[in-house]
Antibody, heavy 123, light 108 residues
């Protein structure tokens, strides 16, 4: 079955760039049936969608983060990545990668999630 | 942007209780509404999609209803493993996804 695994530094200094990678196993990231997303959750708070990438490279970002976010895909490695620039303490969160699928009649849902990785922004 | 609200923000219930959680959208989202369950330290898990369709492998005690702006998640008989936080999520907007703030269900 398809599994997602996040990787990257757990500590990032303020004003620097947060970089995470999600490795997809058990299936191909190049399948046209899915969108590949990043979602974050600050400690004790709710979920915030960051953005998605399609295997072709097309992207869509949360307008509130758009100026700082870049999501890219490497189909040869079956991975997609997140870069978030100019981070502050407010970007401290558990970061999840997730697969978004069209489940029925254009309804999309996140059916598979990585386990999440905690990223702390601190000097 | 479409805003999502949930009520209550938390509730206490006993095993065997019928539990109902409400989610409201700031504008009509048809049936583009999903529900997730999240346990401490774990990733969210998809329970219900398209407002009322049960995700494969999810127990039938979970059900969803609603359309437009008002939606409900019901647990017909609360089990010990159901104590968790529940989130609604809209996928009506092209591209942009938003989640509700969550409802925490704990033991009375």
């Amino acid at each position: 079955q398809v599994q997602l695994q996040e990787s990257g530094p757990g500590l990032v200094k303020p004003s620097q760039t947060l970089s995470l990678t999600c490795t997809v196993s058990g299936g191909s990231i190049s399948s046209g049936d899915y969108y590949w997303s990043w979602i974050r959750q600050p400690p004790g708070k709710g979920l915030e969608w960051i953005g998605y990438i399609y295997y072709s490279g097309s992207t869509y970002y949360n307008p509130s983060l758009k100026s700082r976010v870049t999501i890219s895909v490497d189909t040869s490695k079956n991975q997609f990545s997140l870069k978030l620039s100019s981070v502050t303490a407010a970007d401290t969160a558990v970061y999840y990668c997730a697969r978004e699928v069209v489940v029925v009649a254009a309804t999309r849902a996140f059916d598979i999630w990585g386990q999440g990785t905690m990223v702390t922004v601190s000097s | 942007d479409i805003q999502m609200t949930q009520s209550p923000s938390s509730l206490s219930a006993s095993v065997g209780d019928r539990v109902t959680i409400t989610c409201r959208a700031s504008q009509s989202i048809s049936s583009y509404l999903n529900w997730y369950q999240q346990k401490p330290g774990k990733a969210p898990k998809l329970l219900i999609y398209a407002a009322s369709s049960l995700q494969s492998g999810v127990p039938s005690r979970f059900s969803g209803s609603g359309s437009g702006t008002d939606f409900t998640l019901t647990i017909s008989s609360l089990q010990p493993e159901d104590f968790a936080t529940y989130y609604c999520q809209q996928s009506y907007s092209t591209g942009v996804v938003t989640f509700g703030p969550g409802t925490k269900v704990d033991i009375k």
